[in-house]
């Protein structure tokens, strides 16, 4: 069974400042998809980046960035220039490349301390 | 905007009654719906996985006679929570898969069920 843990249940970042925020998965799959959602106070799940398995490359979308470990099976979020738009949840999800269920991680809260 | 549109997006019930939370895929045709449930401050836990025309699949220890799934349109999945109980009380949320091979999935706003 695909397990997804965030061992970070809470985190603060001042704002304009960089902070991560850590993701493990456990996983007998080789091909999958890792995500990671924000879910705001108004609980809509919004995607924020994904990693596809087979790509050695790390994603980044803007001010997020991932540094995906397959071996390690590590995939931390890194959030540049916090700004305070950026308090929210974030939950990192598994998903199988031949399934479309996400598994989720318990989640992060993040606050931006202006 | 939303592409996946749920109604109600807050629901109050008395318990014993029945509700029905709908999930619709705005634009696009969605063959597979998944419905989740998330208690507060906690994670989205898949409850069932709705395909369009068939069953739907649901997780080990869902009930399938409380958590009616239909999805009999391409745009269309609905929840039925059927004689409902204050433990019932939730944030439901559903995801819709793009087409039938597609890899983008969207999700909805969410429901807040309470049930009193």
């Known amino acids: 069974a695909q397990t997804v843990t965030q061992s970070q249940p809470e985190m603060s970042v001042q704002e304009a400042e960089t902070v991560t925020l850590s993701c493990t998965y456990d996983?007998?799959?080789?091909?999958?998809?890792l995500f990671w959602y924000k879910q705001p106070p108004s609980r809509q799940m919004i995607l924020v980046i994904r990693q596809e398995a087979y790509k050695q490359q790390n994603a980044t979308e803007n001010r997020f960035s991932v540094n995906f470990q397959k071996a390690a099976k590590s995939f931390s979020l890194k959030i540049s220039d916090s700004q305070l738009g950026d308090a929210a949840m974030y939950f990192c999800?598994?998903?199988?490349?031949?399934?479309?269920?996400?598994?989720f991680g318990t989640g992060t809260s993040l606050t931006v301390i202006p | 905007g939303a592409v996946v549109s749920q109604h109600p997006s807050r629901v109050i019930c008395k318990s014993g009654t029945s509700v029905k939370i709908e999930c619709r895929s705005l634009?696009?045709?969605?063959?597979?719906m998944f419905w989740y449930r998330q208690f507060p401050k906690k994670s989205l836990m898949l409850m069932a996985t709705?395909?369009?025309?068939?069953?739907?699949?649901?997780e080990q220890g869902v009930e399938k006679d409380k958590f009616l799934i239909n999805h009999a349109s391409l745009t269309l999945s609905t929840l039925t929570v059927t004689s409902a109980h204050p433990e019932d009380s939730s944030f439901y949320i559903c995801?819709?898969?793009?087409?039938?091979?597609?890899?983008?999935?969207?999700f909805g706003e969410g429901s807040w069920l309470t049930v009193v």
């Open positions: 996983t007998s799959e080789s091909d999958y998809y």
């Open positions: 999800a598994y998903r199988r490349n031949t399934g479309n269920q996400f598994y």
């Open positions: 709705s395909n369009e025309g068939s069953k739907a699949t649901y």
């Open positions: 634009d696009f045709q969605a063959t597979t």
């Open positions: 995801s819709a898969r793009v087409g039938v091979f597609g890899n983008t999935i969207y």
